[in-house]
């Protein structure tokens, strides 16, 4: 059977399994910040990964000035990319945090009709 799993990977470069609402804002307001670099010494990230242990993978990374960027995967190893990765700029924060939720709760089709800058 397809398990689902969500993870998040903090801007300290740290990985947060199945994380709560309040560690993805956590992670959001280290970025909305600019207190934490990433490891390589580069501004600050977060990105959250939803997929299946046997397929799918999509991801919405957040970094500084609230740029945002959603991939989609045929796999979590990014193997094939399955569309040209989306992106918008300047997303405040609490929209960002939003576009989080939307996809811990699996609403993939939401985030794909958001208002991104290069879409389909």
């Not at 501004?43 to 740029?67: T, W």
């Not at 576009?99 to 089709?109: G, N, S």
């Amino acid at each position: 059977m397809t398990q689902a799993w969500l993870e998040l990977t903090r801007p300290d470069g740290r990985d947060v399994r199945a994380p709560s609402e309040a560690q993805m804002a956590a992670a959001l307001a280290d970025v909305y910040s600019g207190k934490v670099a990433s490891p390589d010494g580069g501004p600050g990230s977060a990105v959250l990964r939803f997929g299946y242990d046997d397929g799918l993978m999509y991801e919405v990374e957040v970094s500084g000035g609230g740029n945002v960027r959603f991939a989609e995967w045929s796999d979590r190893d990014c193997e094939i990319a399955l569309a040209t990765p989306r992106t918008m700029q300047a997303l405040k924060q609490a929209d960002a945090l939003q576009l989080w939720r939307l996809l811990a709760q699996r609403q993939v089709a939401k985030i794909r009709s958001q208002p991104w800058l290069n879409n389909d």
